[in-house]
């Protein structure tokens, strides 16, 4: 049974930092791609970030510079260093695991919600 589990949400004021992780489980996961989405009310769904099993990132635009994505293979997990949070980060964070090839296989975390607030 495939399992991910986000972790480290909470509420923080404009200008601090939260780290979240998603422990995974049932999952080869160092040859997935790992990525972290967010949802804010009345949103769609956006990517924040991407990480390739080669360790290759990618970021939307709005969090360039501030976020970190990272992976660690050993630990199966993945985190998402989120410094000068801002109230526009204020959303579910929803953790990614995607494996590309012949039969693709894509996997969700049920979320855990930042808000960013004073």
């Known amino acids: 049974q495939v399992q991910l589990v986000e972790s480290g949400g909470g509420l923080v004021q404009p200008g601090g930092s939260l780290r979240l992780s998603c422990a995974a489980s049932?999952?080869?996961?160092?040859?997935?791609?790992m990525g972290w989405y967010r949802q804010a009310p009345g949103k769609q769904r956006e990517l924040v970030a991407t990480?390739?099993?080669?360790?290759?990132?990618n970021y939307v635009s709005s969090v360039k510079g501030r976020f970190t994505i990272s992976r660690d293979n050993a630990r199966n997990t993945v985190y998402l260093q989120m410094n000068t949070l801002k109230p526009e980060d204020t959303a579910v964070y929803y953790c990614?695991?995607?494996?590309?090839?012949?039969?693709?296989?894509?996997?969700w975390g049920r979320g855990t919600q930042v808000t960013v607030s004073s």
């Open positions: 990480i390739t099993s080669g360790g290759g990132t």
């Open positions: 049932g999952i080869n996961f160092s040859i997935y791609v």
């Open positions: 990614n695991a995607y494996r590309l090839g012949p039969v693709p296989a894509d996997y």
